[in-house]
């Protein structure tokens, strides 16, 4: 018999490592998008890059299961996330989401690799 392994009964140590992956990659950044994109349509500063990033951002906490719910999934949502990010930091100047835009990235690419 052909066995198709499930990625959640494959053990507890690959599920801790979906979680911290997902929530560094995809969850973290994405609220926080929420959060400064939202406070930036209130404040009367929006932008078409602040509603490029609420938009983008928005996205990931309303994902249905089937995309969501697998990290091939999630990954196919992150590059319209980080270019988001990265045109959100570079016409605000916002240096400190640029520069943790390198440690997400890194991030994204051990997702993929793994």
């Known amino acids: 018999l052909y066995h198709v392994a499930d990625p959640y009964q494959t053990g507890d140590r690959f599920t801790a490592g979906y979680v911290l992956i997902a929530f560094l990659i995809a969850v973290l950044p994405s609220l926080w998008g929420i959060i400064r994109g939202g406070m930036d349509f209130v404040r009367g500063r929006s932008m078409e890059v602040s509603g490029l990033l609420l938009a983008n951002a928005a996205m990931i906490p309303v994902l249905p299961l089937s995309s969501g719910g697998q990290l ?6 992150i590059p319209g996330l980080t270019l988001s990010f990265l045109f959100y930091g ?3 100047e ?4 640029l520069l943790y835009s390198w440690v997400w990235l890194g991030l994204a690419v051990i997702a993929i690799l793994a």
């Open 72 to 77: 091939g999934g999630l990954l196919r949502f």
């Open 90 to 92: 570079a016409l605000t």
């Open 94 to 97: 916002h240096r400190r989401m």
